[in-house]
Structures are given as structure tokens and as C-alpha cells.
């Protein structure tokens, strides 16, 4: 990247990066002159020094949750990639479950978190890690399916006119087509395996967990407590969403430059 | 006319008939069709009248329902196998992640040719349709021309002996169809090839084409042949030339007759 791109960039981040310091600002500003109650809405700055102060409790209870989160996300996703391969590739076993899976999308999974508890230990991070994992499973199937069945028929007839295998069809046309779909869904996982995670943990877990902990300080009335804990939340959700990012930047190069 | 008994042909039909078990569609009926080696011959007719399929039924793309077919006096099926046709379609069919030669290298790499004779091959490819230096790009960079282009590059990159093309320039604009016409007859006859390219073009299969085959719809059939007498090689000059226009207007005739033949027994159909 020339230094001229790598100033455009720059530039084009500038209104978000504006608008954001702004609403912060304001927030801030009417916080302060409102005198808003702590409990209702602290101020930003409260907010960034507790999690500053509070750091040995917060920073490691994030990691915990987001060891959780990002073991779900893998366990989920790996398994909606599996599950799409088998469903695109034998048609009578996709026409048997994907009414199944279509159904299943439409049930509130997060209402199952109390029963995972109840299924795992409650303390061990595996029932948080199986919210994530469901959580991210559908997505990733839905659209690793219709990505492998987004191969253009002209693609496919030229690969006849080949006498290519099915193996190197997949290969070479199906899986290549799949992988902007995998990304896209994969995006949306990384940010439902943390909400699981979280989520999860309200229910109960350990006590050094992110979501237990943002629960605690809230009945304790320590808000700003919580409100740093959503603050690492939202941090590391931002930090496993670039990664998905960057990964897509790495494997699926051949793209346009997106319109941003 | 190249004569087809003498010849060994390239193609060889000899009643051929598809039909489609949806809606019972006849898109073929009773071809008979030889291409000699080296014949340039196109399929024209009105949409509809199956010379897309009649296509795709010579590339094995499509299993007639009867009759007989031979590529290169083999069954159809093992000439695909044999790698000795290559297709260009109406799109250009590349593929997003790959690069020009990467496109035009899938072949031969599916035939497990080495690297360097890839690149080697890749390399002559480019400079036969005069892509070089776009090697590397990728193909939304590319013009519809260029990436029609490298579908031929692709296409020819084996040296089949056959090469088959479905409406390739359709999707072009007039200039940049016209310079691709010349384009490809240059490269007909560096290559020494047999084409058989469909198209609804008139003006365009008169142009490239030592012989025009007009088809009818529904069923589809051969309503008539035309041997186009133009010398090769051909220019723009040729556009001009009056015998051009003669043989523009035999083929709109044939065309013309044929469709007022039919419509009535079309009208019996819809009833």
C-alpha cells in the first residue's frame, strides 16, 4: 500500500472516528450536566477508569469468557461447515433435515441457556461454550450451503466439458464460490459466540467469568463495575469479529474492493 | 463444401433427436449434420429452435434421446474425456478467484501438465489473443472483450481440435464484436481448428463462417444450408463487399421462409 492509499484510509475513517468521540462527548457532557444517578447511566470517563482500577478482576474475566466464546464459535462453525458439506453433497439427506434446520432457526436459542446449565455442570465453561456453539451452528450451515450451491451452472458445464471428477468440482469450483458465503456467515458468528458466552453466564458459571460478573455488580448496585464489563465484552467482541475479517482478507483475495 | 464422405468429419450427426420430458419439448428433431476438419460452421436460428442444445448435444453436454453422434470418430462421451473439444460460452465462465492465466491454465492443470509447460503455454495463449501483460490481473479488471478473450485463450490452450462456441460475442457491443470476429478468424487460422459457433447474428455467421447452417423452430430442425464462397483471409473490407450482402440476404430469406412455414403449425401447437 502506498502512503497515499494508507492516507486515504485514514481519511475515510475520520467521520466514524468524529461521530464517535462525539456521542461519547455528549454523553459525557449530559451526564455531568443532568447529574444523571450513577446507577442510570455513568459517565464514560467513570467507565474507563474502573476498568482501568478494576483491571485484575476484569481483564481475566474476559479472557475466561472469551476462551468460551471462541471455543463455541469453532465447535459451532466446524460443525455448520460439516453438516453444509453433507446436506449439499447428498440431496435425499438435505431434503430430509433442512426443513429440520429451517425450523430450528426459528427457536430463540438463547431461551435454552438455563438448560444447558442444567445439562452440563453449571460452573464448567462447557454449557457456555454449547450456547455459543448452537448459536453459531445455523448461520454457518445456511450460508455454507447456499454458497456451495452458488456455483454457476456455466461453471459446472465447463467442468463436464473437462470430465472433471465430483471431487474436483467441489474443489476447484464449489468450495472457491462457498468461501465469501462462509465469511460472511462466519462474521456473524464470532458476534453470536460472544453474546452466547455472556449470555450463558448470566445463568450461572464461574465466579472469575465476564458475564457472571457484569450479573454480580449489577445486583450489588455497582454499575460502573458492569458498565467496564461491557466494556471488555465489547472489546474483545470487536477483537475476534477483525480476526474473522482479516482471515477473509487473507483467504478470499480476488474480491473488488468492497464500496465503503 | 468440403465434401463430408471424403473427409474424415469432425462432427458427425445422423438423426438426431432431443426431447426434453418437461412440458414434452422436441428441441431437436432428425439432425443430420457433418463438419469437416478445418470447416468453420455456424448454427443460426431464432431463439428457440435448439441450436444452443444441438451444441451442448456435440460436447456431450446433453445425451440426445436418438440417433447417432460421433466427435472425431469417436462417441461423444469419450471425446469429452479425451480433452478434444474445448467450449467458449455466451459469458465469459472465469473464475473470480483465479488470475487471467490462472484461468487460462485450469485446463492444463487438469490435465497435470507441469508448471513450467503451463506457463510456457500460458504465455503463448496470452500473446495469441493479444492479452499480454494481464497475466496477473483478475477478471472483474478485465472489459466483456478481454474476458471473452481468455475464455478462448482457455479454450484453445489444450489445442483440441474441436472448438465449440455458444453465442461468445452475444453479450458485446457492435464495435467490440465486430474487432473480436476478425480476432477470432485470425486465430482460426493460426490454429487450424474446427469451429462450430452458434449464433442469432446473421451478418455475424456470414462473416466468419465457410458454411451457415439455419435452423427451425419447434421442432428444431435444418431448415437449409449456405456455403458462404467468401476468399479467406477475410478483413473489414469484407463487410462491404457485395457477394457479402448476397449472402446476408440468402440466409434472412431462408430464415424468413422458414419461420412463415411454421407459424401456423406453431399456432396448432399452442392449440
Known amino acids: ?260 | 463444401m468440403t465434401d463430408p464422405v471424403a473427409a474424415p468429419a469432425v462432427v458427425r450427426l445422423e438423426g438426431v433427436t432431443k426431447t426434453f420430458p418437461q412440458g414434452n419439448v422436441t428441441a431437436l428433431q432428425d439432425i443430420d449434420l457433418a463438419v469437416a476438419p478445418r470447416e468453420f460452421v455456424s448454427l443460426i436460428g431464432p431463439s428457440g429452435c435448439g441450436k444452443s442444445t444441438l451444441l451442448r448435444v456435440i460436447g456431450d453436454l446433453i445425451e440426445p434421446t436418438s440417433g447417432s453422434l460421433s466427435v472425431n470418430g469417436k462417441p461423444a462421451r469419450k471425446a469429452r474425456e479425451d480433452g478434444d473439444y474445448g467450449i467458449v460460452f455466451q459469458d465469459a465462465v472465469l473464475f473470480d478467484w483465479r488470475t487471467v492465466a490462472k484461468n487460462i491454465a485450469l485446463p492444463l492443470e487438469m490435465l497435470g501438465w507441469e508448471r513450467r509447460r503451463r506457463k510456457q503455454r500460458v504465455a503463448e495463449m496470452l500473446e495469441l489473443v493479444e492479452l499480454t501483460g494481464f497475466a496477473d490481473h483478475h477478471p472483474w479488471q478485465l472489459s466483456g472483450g478481454m474476458q471473452q478473450r481468455v475464455a478462448i485463450a482457455r479454450a484453445l490452450s489444450f489445442e483440441p481440435a474441436l472448438l465449440l462456441m455458444d453465442e461468445p460475442f452475444g453479450a458485446l457491443d457492435e464495435m467490440t464484436r465486430e474487432r473480436l470476429n476478425l480476432e477470432l478468424l485470425s486465430i482460426w487460422e493460426q490454429t487450424g481448428n474446427t469451429v462450430v459457433f452458434v449464433t442469432h447474428s446473421i451478418s455475424e455467421a456470414v462473416f466468419l463462417s465457410s458454411r451457415v447452417v439455419v435452423m427451425s423452430p419447434r421442432p428444431g430442425r435444418i431448415a437449409g444450408t449456405v456455403d458462404i464462397d467468401l476468399p479467406y483471409p477475410r478483413t473489414a473490407q469484407t463487410r462491404d463487399a457485395p457477394r457479402f450482402f448476397e449472402l446476408v440476404t440468402e440466409v434472412r430469406q431462408l430464415l424468413r421462409s422458414r419461420g412463415e412455414h411454421l407459424l401456423p403449425e406453431e399456432e396448432a401447437v399452442l392449440e
Open chain 1, 1 to 260: 500500500m502506498t502512503p497515499r492509499l494508507r492516507l486515504a484510509r485514514v481519511v475515510e475513517w475520520l467521520p466514524a472516528l468524529a461521530v464517535f468521540v462525539l456521542v461519547v462527548g455528549i454523553w459525557e457532557g449530559l451526564v455531568r450536566a443532568l447529574h444523571v444517578q450513577q446507577f442510570l447511566l455513568p459517565k464514560p470517563s467513570t467507565i474507563v477508569s474502573v476498568f482501568w482500577t478494576q483491571r485484575h478482576v476484569l481483564w481475566p474475566a474476559g479472557w475466561y469468557t472469551f476462551k468460551e466464546a471462541l471455543g463455541g464459535f469453532a465447535i459451532g462453525s466446524g460443525a455448520g461447515v460439516v453438516a453444509a458439506t453433507i446436506v449439499g453433497r447428498f440431496r435425499r439427506v438435505g431434503s430430509a433435515l433442512m426443513p429440520v434446520f429451517v425450523a430450528a432457526n426459528a427457536v430463540p436459542i438463547i431461551a435454552f441457556a438455563p438448560i444447558f446449565g442444567a445439562w452440563f455442570n453449571p460452573i464448567e465453561p462447557q454449557s457456555k461454550m454449547a450456547i455459543a456453539a448452537v448459536l453459531c451452528f445455523l448461520p454457518v450451515m445456511l450460508n455454507t450451503l447456499r454458497g456451495l450451491q452458488s456455483a454457476k451452472p456455466g461453471q459446472l458445464e465447463l467442468m463436464r466439458s473437462y470430465a472433471a471428477g465430483e471431487l474436483e468440482t467441489w474443489r476447484r469450483v464449489r468450495v472457491p464460490t462457498a468461501l465469501p458465503f462462509l465469511f460472511t456467515a462466519l462474521k456473524l458468528a464470532s458476534v453470536l459466540a460472544m453474546i452466547g458466552a455472556i449470555v450463558g453466564e448470566y445463568f450461572g458459571g464461574a465466579l472469575n467469568a465476564l458475564g457472571v460478573t457484569i450479573n454480580t455488580a449489577s445486583q450489588v448496585f455497582q454499575f460502573s463495575l458492569a458498565w467496564a464489563g461491557i466494556l471488555v465484552a465489547f472489546l474483545l467482541g470487536i477483537a475476534l469479529y477483525a480476526a474473522v475479517v482479516t482471515a477473509e482478507r487473507l483467504v478470499v483475495r480476488w474480491s473488488p474492493p468492497e464500496p465503503s
